[in-house]
């Protein structure tokens, strides 16, 4: 049997000297970040613990710039914005039990926003494993069992040579659609075990492509050819697979409406003709989707937030392409095309003929209207402003997070992301604490521009102790917080159903002083100066936190 080896690494003279003459002092720690860095990262994130010391002690003689946080959830959160800005596996480096398990929301939320996560968790010694009751610090009886639910994949290293083929199989695994958080877990002694295996020099970990099949991008580029009300729903998978200039060829050829989901903000420009924007939870837009006889339904499951709280319900042909398997047809019935949004676009393009529909556009323009003239019908100008305030301050290509907040909660339906992959949000699991931290992993990920976190004050608090990360390594942040005195959004959700809230009015800090103990420059402003003083911030080096005190409410909605 013969093997092709010309498409495999080669080594260099100096590599090849390498193998020969590993250095001495090295351990399963090195073999972590030399597998890390033959795989091409060059940031890692996390927090050290007692049985990762290994890992850690080898960044020191690795090149890779580490970005430690104050909490495992908040690095995890870095961690998943790292892998969204970027489309890179973002490695974190965690401790055993609590360590290990205090990242699990943050997994969460990459897991269901599709951000590649690669989660590097230390374990008990070796002896240890397979839940006997040793009473090593951190035991858990089957720490893994902790994670599988979340993860897209588990590997658990038992001995040094098999770090590097667990390392390799997990990227593979978190970079192939759709993208999502991985674990790895290797035991304190194999980390901490000289190892004498040659340097890591060359990784292949080449994620697998997920193409549509041909029969099925036949039938539904006969659907789309021949649709007299064709409209496309873009979700998320649009923006991971960063598809939105296949999505906008695809619409203007058969001229369909189209409207983003809000994991799918800045898949589709927001003031194009057939932009619908993002008013999913809004009953005008819904009944229009139900009207569609062809639904194209591109990186998307259609789940409680992007069917209007499962009201939506379809009267036409719905084709829905999906990485995630789980997903097809998992709302409603549909042409199910497992594939990466890019690839099936891409073919679709190719296959549908031209239709012109002029009416098009005018129906996106009236279905806009009538939302337009409810939203105005609340009186709710104050949240308006606030939201058009953020919108002119920050700089259209500057990546922005949001936290599970009132002005989030606006910003999904009423925001105008004007690029793909710029508006972020915890909307995917829908944890608290998700935005600053975030930002910090994203401004890691490019500091070249300014980022923006915009948080309430029950949320901030989550991740209050990340202003010193973001001091320590002079990221160039802004820190929005809408402080309301509390859980504003459970506020609303109480009064409405129970007449009375309990457990949402928060004491909390005086937030500008705060900052500034932490070496944060803050103010204070009002909706008025508001476009101005964060205008400011972002404009300036380093971190810095605007507190705007406001009473925000919500739109009525319009499931119920």
């Known amino acids: 049997m013969s093997h092709d080896h010309d498409d495999r690494p080669q080594l260099t003279a100096a590599q090849a000297a390498a193998v020969l003459n590993p250095p001495a002092g090295r351990n399963g720690g090195d073999l972590v970040v030399e597998s890390l860095q033959g795989l091409g990262a060059t940031t890692v994130f996390g927090l050290p613990g007692q049985h990762a010391l290994g890992m850690f002690d080898a960044l020191r003689r690795s090149p890779l710039r580490y970005v430690g946080l104050r909490v495992e959830n908040n690095a995890g959160f870095a961690a998943d914005a790292y892998g969204r800005i970027t489309g890179e596996a973002a490695p974190l480096l965690l401790s055993t039990g609590p360590g290990a398990l205090t990242s699990l929301a943050a997994l969460q939320e990459a897991a269901a926003a599709s951000a590649p996560v690669l989660a590097i968790s230390s374990q008990i010694p070796a002896a240890g494993l397979g839940g006997g009751r040793h009473g090593y610090l951190h035991e ?25 083929s667990a390392i390799a199989a997990a990227w593979e695994s978190a970079l192939t659609a759709p993208h999502g958080p991985v674990w790895v877990e290797i035991p304190q002694d194999v980390l901490l075990a000289e190892t004498a295996l040659p340097v890591v020099s060359a990784m292949d970990a080449t994620p697998r492509e997920l193409y549509p099949r041909p029969e099925l991008t036949i039938a539904a580029a006969h659907l789309l050819s021949n649709a007299e009300r064709p409209v496309i729903i873009a979700g998320g998978g649009v923006v991971r697979s960063d ?43 819904t009944d229009f989707l139900e009207d569609a006889d062809v639904l194209l339904v591109v990186g998307s499951g259609l789940g409680e937030l992007s069917s209007n709280y499962h009201t939506f319900r379809p009267r036409g042909r719905v084709i829905q392409i999906e990485a995630d398997a789980g997903k097809l047809e998992s709302n409603h019935p549909a042409l199910g095309i497992h594939s990466d949004a890019r690839e099936a676009l891409a073919d679709l393009l190719e296959a549908v003929e031209r239709r012109e529909d002029p009416a098009a556009a005018d129906r996106v323009r009236t279905v806009l209207e009538k939302v337009r003239v409810r ?7 104050l949240e308006q402003q ?28 009423a925001f105008d992301a004007r690029h793909p992959n710029t508006m972020h949000s915890a909307q995917g699991a829908g944890g608290l604490g ?21 948080s309430g004050d029950g949320g901030a608090m989550y991740s209050i102790a990340e202003l010193a990360t973001a001091r320590q390594y002079d990221l160039p942040l802004t820190w929005l917080i809408v402080d309301d005195g509390g859980y504003g959004i459970l506020r609303e959700y109480m009064t409405d159903a129970f007449g009375e809230t309990t457990g949402t009015e928060l004491a909390r800090p005086d937030f500008v002083a705060l900052a500034e103990s932490f070496g944060v420059p ?39």
Request: glycine share 4%; no cysteine.
């Open 434 to 454: 998700y935005a600053f931290p975030a930002a910090i992993g994203a401004a890691a990920a490019d500091p070249t521009k300014p980022v923006l976190a915009v």
């Open 243 to 285: 598809a939105s200039g296949k999505l906008r060829a695809l619409a203007e050829k058969i001229d369909a409406p189209v409207v983003t989901t809000f994991g799918g903000k800045g898949a589709f420009p927001w003031e194009h003709p057939l932009s619908l924007r993002s008013w999913l939870e809004d009953r005008h837009t």
């Open 140 to 164: 858990l009886r089957d720490q893994q069992a902790s994670v599988r639910d979340i993860v897209k994949s588990v590997h658990t290293v038992r001995a040094a040579s098999q770090i590097p």
């Open 522 to 560: 803050a103010v204070r402003t009002g909706p008025e100066s508001l476009a101005a003083d964060l205008g400011k911030a972002l404009a300036a080096p380093g971190p810095s936190v605007v507190v705007l005190p406001a009473l925000l409410r919500m739109f009525e909605p319009t499931h119920l």
């Open 386 to 413: 606030v939201l058009a305030a953020v919108r002119e301050a920050l700089p259209d290509a500057a990546p922005s997070f949001w936290d599970m907040t009132i002005l989030a909660y606006w910003a999904w339906s």
């Open 375 to 381: 939203i105005e019908a609340q009186e709710l100008t």
